[in-house]
């Protein structure tokens, strides 16, 4: 079976730094990907990894260990705009399974 | 590039009828689709996975004679709802996968809202 964990909520500031971290245990790994919701929205893509170590894309970070069951989404140069659900979901032999996601508030 | 559109955005129906969410892409030929349902503050379940022309795979615990799921070309899928019931009411999201993504990566529609009266 699937099982991803990551914290419920987070909060930041305007500017600042955050990581939102999963953890993982699957039956099989094709890769992790981390989605962005808006409220009454659906996902959308932000990053991909399937080989250990830093993928970087604009403000945006993720970094997977394999061996660890562990990834984690870095946020830089907050943005209010960034307030949103982030949803860390795996690919096990087929399907791909969300986590619950991580309710990121950001304040002025 | 990679845009999957879903009709209608919400819809409002009475118990007991059946209620039909097509699923689009645009840009892209998708030969496989699947349909998430997602509760408020709950994360997107899957409930069957559409590949063009042949019978969609149901997760467990989904009716597929309640939720009837045609992939009929290689850019639309339908989801029908038969008979809704107040409990149905949810968000469904559909998504598509697209071959020139990583991993063909899942590209998300913009959901419909489904409430059943």
């Known amino acids: 079976g699937q099982n991803i964990d990551q914290p419920t909520e987070m909060t930041a500031t305007e500017g600042a730094i955050v990581q939102i971290n999963c953890t993982y245990q699957?039956?099989?790994?094709?890769?992790l990907f981390w989605y962005q919701q808006h409220a009454g929205e659906a996902p959308t893509f932000l990053s991909y990894n399937v080989l250990d170590g830093l993928e970087e894309k604009g403000r945006f970070s993720s970094f997977l260990s394999r061996s660890k069951g562990y990834s984690y989404l870095l946020l830089k140069e907050l943005q209010m705009k960034d307030s949103a659900s982030y949803l860390c979901a795996v690919r096990g032999y087929s399907t791909l399974t969300f986590g619950k996601g991580t309710m990121l508030l950001v304040s002025p | 590039g990679a845009v999957v559109s879903q009709h209608p955005s919400w819809v409002i129906c009475k118990s007991g009828t059946s209620v039909k969410i097509e699923c689009r892409s645009l840009?892209?030929?998708?030969?496989?689709m699947f349909w998430y349902r997602q509760f408020p503050k709950q994360s997107l379940m899957l409930m069957a996975t559409s590949n063009e022309g042949s019978k969609a795979t149901y997760e467990q615990g989904v009716e597929k004679d309640k939720f009837l799921i045609n992939h009929a070309s290689l850019t639309l899928s339908t989801l029908t709802v038969t008979s809704a019931h107040p409990e149905d009411s949810s968000f469904y999201i559909c998504?598509?996968?697209?071959?020139?993504?990583?991993?063909?990566?899942?590209?998300f529609g913009p959901g419909t809202r489904l409430t059943v009266l």
């Open positions: 699957t039956s099989g790994f094709n890769g």
């Open positions: 998504s598509a996968s697209s071959a020139g993504g990583p991993a063909d990566t899942q590209y």
């Open positions: 840009d892209f030929q998708a030969t496989t």
